[in-house]
């Protein structure tokens, strides 16, 4: 994909997409409130929060689909909506998922969409189409109509439509929504060809692992507010990380752990009631194998802030608690995923935001 | 998704030297239109006034004179005047409620199925789309008639004797001048409802649920005709939208009076004006949510 076109990438200078202040209201409540977004060029960004966050609302005022109640838009360099017809034919987008006439062909569906804009070259309309149904996987369903697609169908279609022509930018709200996992898969392999080729791609989803595997930056909405963007390991580096221990000698190794200046959390006996790391999925299967495999007490303690600058280093830990005599049966460095994070920023439970 | 597609670098999205000049959208939203099943159900289902009349003629006794619609009585001796009973008869309801359902569905229509937000960033322009949506709704107003009368002298000439047709000004034109009347009338009747799709143009920008802008542009078509019929309200007949639905009688004059037809593109054209430039306001400045 990056064969070809040496030294072309466009340079990474300034922001593909600007917000100061953006704000939404719909009557007295504030659904996008002074939300200044930084989007760097060529990052695949991604878009975070819970439903009914403020997301969608934001790409339809970025888009100029809304009006913005305050606060300014930058897109690529341009003002919005001001300078629209100059910018959006560079972007691609796919708001608020798929939509097309169901009594066209996906074929004829995205015809009809290339033809809107009075940017695009008729002459190579077929070609395009053609080319972006490919790159989708749906060359063989451009015949049928789209009301006979299925969503997953229907997604990769809104997908090729935003591919149609070549884009500076890329805007996807909920790009993988209601896709199997090999058309995820396919997804994320497809940002990351389009990012290489220095395409800046927007992705808003609420499927946290997702924007973990595709994004190198990210921002999270809550109840209308930015809470938090950046590249993604700053994000992550936020948090804590943390050591877990496994020894049958709990005591010797909570007096070394003390002597490094680390405070041993609870430890926890036999196993029995370990508590399951966070993020990890199949509670009852780590137990079980805990309980097969009596290995003595699990500690855990923590290591500080993990920007990298933590004053004690984990291979330390572990040669001084081997110097100490303590049997290391299991030692694990863990990390504050992306989704502790997330409900640290968002707080947690169903109730979608007011 | 294969990921062997030769790489096409964004920056190339800049430079596009042979644009089309912007016509794309309307050949794409007239092939939409009429390529749509419901277009052409609405079109079969005007064809069908004539049809049913001829066949009702044909099969029933002759017709006293003077009873039933003008023209019905003259049926059986020339069938061309099948055409001329079946506009008359679909020009208050029937003609209408096919413009209705057409020029209601223009805006909602998108809104409703998503398209209009995509249409939008593609990006369309929301005058474009505008100016491309009512010229589509007029292209119905163009069919609409001419499937009535068409289909009204093709039946005709198939169930009954066709010759010489005495117009209202007494005067006698031959059967090929007269199908040319017919379409002259279709002309009359497409201006005629060009007021009324503005209308409707207007009232799809105020929803995103179509059947109700359609409902509306009928419901308001219906009631203009009502006022026409108040002679109370005789000050405000020369304004209504409706006032020379049926004045194409003078299309069948020999030679042609042209005084309503130049009235009648008048009072469209300031219909087509107002609700234009109340449909812009509204369009332009609307957020899509949908």
């Given at each position: 994909m990056a064969a070809g076109l040496p030294g072309t990438a466009p340079v990474a200078a300034g922001l593909a997409i600007e917000t100061r202040g953006l704000s939404k209201h719909f009557g007295r409540q504030a659904?996008?409130?002074?939300v200044d977004l930084a989007v760097p060029h060529g990052t695949v960004f991604g878009f975070l929060g819970p439903n009914g966050s403020g997301k969608t609302t934001t790409i339809r005022m970025l888009l100029g689909l809304a009006a913005a109640s305050a606060g300014t838009v930058t897109l690529l360099g341009e003002e919005m909506p001001r300078k629209l017809h100059d910018v959006l034919p560079r972007v691609g987008a796919l708001v608020e998922g798929p939509a097309f006439?169901?009594?066209?062909?996906g074929a004829a569906n995205l015809h009809r969409l290339d033809s809107?804009?009075?940017?695009?070259v008729p002459a190579s309309r077929k070609a395009r189409v053609q080319q972006a149904l490919e790159r989708v996987g749906l060359e063989h369903a451009a015949?049928?109509?789209?009301?006979?697609?299925s969503l997953g169908m229907k997604q990769r279609l809104g997908i090729a439509n935003a591919l149609l022509s070549p884009r500076d930018l890329l805007v996807l709200d909920e790009?993988?929504?209601?896709?199997?996992p090999q058309g995820t898969r396919e997804v994320r392999n497809l940002v990351r060809s389009l990012a290489q080729q220095g395409t800046t791609v927007f992705v808003s989803s609420h499927l946290l692992a997702e924007v973990d595997q595709m994004c190198t930056h990210a921002a999270v909405m809550s109840a209308g507010k930015l809470v938090a963007q950046g590249p993604l390991a700053q994000l992550r580096q936020s948090g804590s990380t943390r050591l877990r221990l496994v020894t049958p000698d709990g005591g010797a190794a909570r007096q070394v752990l003390a002597g490094l200046g680390l405070a041993p959390g609870r430890g926890v006996d036999g196993g029995l009631g370990a508590e399951p790391a966070p993020?990890?999925?199949?509670v009852s299967v780590r137990q079980e194998t805990l309980r097969a495999q009596p290995d003595g007490e699990t500690i855990v303690a923590a290591l500080g802030p993990?920007?990298?600058?933590?004053?004690?280093?984990p291979e330390e830990v572990v040669a001084r608690l081997v110097q100490a005599g303590v049997r290391v049966r299991g030692f694990a460095v863990e990390r504050e995923s992306l989704e502790d994070r997330f409900v640290a920023l968002t707080g947690e439970g169903f109730d979608v935001a007011q | 998704m294969p990921s062997s597609v030769p790489a096409e670098r964004p920056?190339?999205?800049k430079a596009s030297p042979?644009?089309?000049?912007?016509l794309s959208l309307l050949v794409s939203e007239l092939r939409v239109l009429f390529g749509r099943r419901r277009t052409w159900a609405l079109l079969l289902a005007l064809a069908a006034i004539p049809v049913l009349i001829a066949v009702a003629v044909k099969v029933s006794s002759a017709v006293p004179p003077?009873?039933?619609?003008?023209?019905l009585d003259r049926i059986t001796q020339n069938g061309l005047f099948v055409a001329f009973t079946a506009i008359l008869v679909s020009v208050p309801l029937f003609m209408p409620l096919a413009v209705g359902v057409v020029a209601g569905d223009t805006i909602a229509g998108e809104a409703n199925l998503g398209t209009l937000r995509y249409l939008l960033v593609a990006p369309a322009g929301r005058v474009r789309l505008l100016l491309v949506k009512y010229a589509g709704a007029l292209a119905f107003c163009i069919a609409a008639p001419l499937a009535v009368g068409l289909a009204g002298a093709a039946i005709g000439a198939a169930l009954f004797p066709v010759g010489p047709v005495t117009l209202l000004s007494g005067g006698v034109v031959q059967p090929g001048e007269a199908v040319l009347r017919i379409v002259l009338i279709a002309a009359y009747l497409a201006v005629s409802l060009a007021g009324l799709s503005a209308i409707g143009l207007f009232l799809s920008t105020m929803t995103v649920v179509p059947v109700g802008a359609m409902a509306a542009t009928v419901v308001v078509s219906v009631v203009s005709q009502v006022l026409d019929q108040l002679p109370q309200l005789e000050w405000l007949h020369p304004w209504?939208?409706?006032?020379?639905?049926?004045?194409?009688?003078?299309?069948?004059?020999q030679p042609v009076v042209w005084d309503s037809f130049l009235d009648n593109a008048l009072l469209q054209a300031g219909y087509v004006a107002v609700f234009g430039a109340l449909a812009y306001g509204r369009f332009v400045t609307k957020d899509i949510l949908s």
């Open positions: 659904a996008v409130d002074r006439y169901p009594f066209l062909s809107a804009s009075p940017h695009t015949g049928k109509r789209v009301h006979a697609y790009p993988t929504n209601g896709l199997d993020g990890t999925a199949g993990g920007d990298g600058q933590t004053a004690v280093l | 920056a190339t999205a042979p644009r089309s000049r912007g003077g009873r039933g619609p003008a023209f209504l939208f409706s006032h020379y639905w049926l004045g194409f009688g003078d299309m069948l004059r």
